[in-house]
């Protein structure tokens, strides 16, 4: 690959052809409000070459933002060196500046603006001249395929949209390090897909020099090299198959007894300490075990379980790796217990939507949705950012009036007693949505109010809630300093207070690591298994392989509907390699756009033109 792009107009640049960005011995520390210290860096060394492309991963409170804002020149290290560009950070943070493109979490889009007008106030920050931009413009608009979306307000855009954009304004003047925090974050498989073909291309095509960070594992395995960390420190580093052979013998696909659901027999497996790691998959339970041996005849789980050795990937590698660092974890603390079980009743349809309708003016978000969910029923709502699952959640708790249809949650009609409903309803929103500067145990106290607990049963509940949630220690902190896995317990324990039988997850996961979207799916599959009926949606797909059933939305319609695996047939896979979610999801969105595809909203089926699924 060829140099990163040098901006010929910055002169008295240090030669620096090898490598872009070098860190020796770096080390960071904050303090809480509470003044307790946190290590968010400690002696973290990383080499990044000209030309390459490199993934930061890692737990909540890793490190990686810590350090992507240090490389930034941002903030600054308490000890070590590092050097961008062949400039020492900590005296030339300017001239690092000048010369990286950085992309936050949350990148700083005006959302009263348009694209075009986006696009043209990060240039003139960054001193682009008219003749630049018009090259500079149409190269972008290409690559993003925004080009017809120029005069639409960036507020007015999906999620995938906005990150296309941001990263549009990112490259307005050709970086020559471009620096990634976490850029897929809430985006949906399609746009996570467009995104990463334009990162790539980066790369490939125009030798960009890229450091990324991310929560999806399946990215990592996409980068030339990857940092494995923890509470700051680096526990691998190198090339994905590199690290993926850490795994090498340990691991397997375990196929459930007939009839009993694949997050079944995983909650079983993760209780088990000869177990690191065990995640659905396509019908069976992926499993890495702590020793490189045949686990078919340990215990009485797997004994019920075909076991098969399968080759590892990095996924199976950062598992063993990250149990390793926390010898003392364990997914048991996941399988919570409610303090009043909840009868089970699979012939109760506890969520009833038929032809349910929403406009917004002339715009129809929602167009004649049904489907049913019955108690105790994992039911998984899923698709692109814009398709209307959002809208469909804000309208069965009772936050939104539907335009028409019909529309039961627990037995009570939304459209005329609403208030009534939403007493037996638990909702933890897309947003972190509590209160920032208010501890945890505040945030209980306050949310136990407003769900009408009062006095000795309030008291009761807030302390259920910290000892299910394991926030005890953390009771005093302000909600707004936990890490993004805590502040997901929080709202959850939040939602489940006033001990209603029907929960609504919007996009829980987004942006959690995956050692806590596995304690999260624990606690789902406890839930479910004492009588709660969840609905979530989630842009994660191995996500939907925890449910029962799931839905597919585009454009405020239904496009298919039915079990995991009769979703998944719809997939186009790579030859050689068996068919997953995300394949069935995109195969299904991209046939509807493009007109090809017929979906039954009714029923376990979803048809394509010529043929039953």
């Known amino acids: 690959m060829s140099d990163a792009p040098q901006n010929s107009s910055q002169e008295n640049s240090p030669v620096h052809d090898s490598p872009v960005l070098v ?176 990162i790539l291309q980066l790369v490939q095509e125009n030798g960009q020099t890229v450091l990324t960070s991310t929560t999806y594992l399946d990215e990592a395995e996409r980068c030339q090299k990857v940092v494995v960390m923890h509470q700051g420190k680096v ?44 995640l659905p998959e396509g019908g069976e339970v992926r499993l890495v075990v702590a020793e490189a041996s045949a686990p078919s005849d340990e215990g009485e789980t797997l004994r019920r379980a075909h076991v098969r ?32 079980a909840i009868p089970r009743d699979s012939h109760e349809a506890v969520v009833e939507v038929h032809d349910l309708v929403r406009r917004f003016g002339t715009f129809t978000a929602v167009d004649h949705v049904s489907f049913e969910v019955h108690r105790g029923e994992i039911f998984g709502l899923l698709g692109p950012n814009g398709a209307g ?21 627990a037995g009570v009609d939304l459209r005329h007693a609403r208030a009534s409903a939403r007493e037996r309803i638990g909702y933890v929103a897309q947003k972190f949505s509590l209160y920032g500067q208010l501890t945890v145990i505040q945030n209980l106290d306050f949310y136990g109010s407003a769900y009408g607990l009062r006095g000795r049963r309030k008291r009761e509940r807030i302390e259920w809630a910290l000892d299910q949630f394991e926030l005890k220690s953390l009771s005093r902190l302000t909600s707004g300093q936990l890490p993004g896995g805590f502040k997901q317990r929080l709202s959850m324990a939040a939602a489940l207070l006033h001990e209603p039988d029907t929960l609504f997850l919007d996009e829980p996961t987004s942006g959690v690591d995956p050692l806590a979207r596995r304690e999260f799916w624990q606690r789902i599959t406890a839930l479910a298994r004492q009588g709660v009926t969840v609905i979530i ?52 969105v991209e046939e509807a756009r493009s007109g090809n595809y017929n979906g039954k909203q009714n029923g376990n089926t979803a048809e394509r033109q010529g043929g039953a699924a």
């Open 23 to 198: 860190a020796r011995g770096i080390s960071k520390s904050f303090r809480r409000e509470t003044g307790e210290p946190v290590q968010a860096l400690e002696g973290f060394d990383f080499e990044l070459a000209p030309g390459m492309l490199a993934a930061l991963v890692g737990p909540d409170g890793a490190g990686k933002t810590t350090f992507m804002r240090l490389a930034a020149g941002l903030m600054f290290a308490e000890s070590g060196q590092l050097e961008v560009l062949g400039f020492d950070v900590s005296t030339h943070p300017q001239d690092v500046q000048d010369r990286i493109g950085y992309m936050p979490q949350r990148f700083g889009l005006y959302e009263d603006l348009t694209v075009q007008e986006n696009l043209d106030l990060y240039a003139d920050l960054h001193g682009v001249t008219r003749d630049e931009r018009r090259t500079r413009y149409a190269q972008l608009m290409e690559m993003t395929n925004l080009g017809r979306f120029t005069k639409r307000l960036a507020g007015q855009l999906s999620g995938g949209m906005k990150q296309k954009l941001g990263l549009a304004c990112t490259l307005i003047r050709e970086p020559a390090l471009l620096l990634l925090d976490e850029p897929t974050v809430g985006v949906d498989p399609l746009s996570r897909r467009e995104l990463w073909e334009i």
């Open 235 to 278: 526990l691998a580093q190198g090339a994905p198959a590199e690290i993926s052979r850490i795994a090498a013998g340990r691991t397997f696909l375990a196929e459930p007894p007939a009839g009993e659901p694949a997050r079944e027999l995983q909650a079983a497996l993760l209780g088990d300490a000869r177990v690191v790691d065990a």
């Open 537 to 588: 949606t989630t842009h994660f797909m191995e996500e939907a392989e925890y449910c029962d059933r799931i839905a597919i939305l585009d454009a405020g319609q239904v496009l298919a509907q039915g079990t995991p695996a009769e979703v998944r047939r719809h997939a186009h896979p790579e030859p050689g390699r068996p068919a997953n979610m995300e394949d069935a999801f995109i195969a299904i």
């Open 309 to 340: 050795a399968v080759e590892p990937r990095f996924e199976d590698a950062f598992m063993i790796l990250l149990r390793q660092a926390v010898p003392a974890h364990s997914f048991a603390a996941g399988a919570m217990t409610l303090a009043h």
């Open 389 to 409: 699952k959002t809208t469909t959640f804000r309208m069965l708790c009772g936050l939104l009036p539907a335009s028409g249809g019909t529309l039961r949650v």
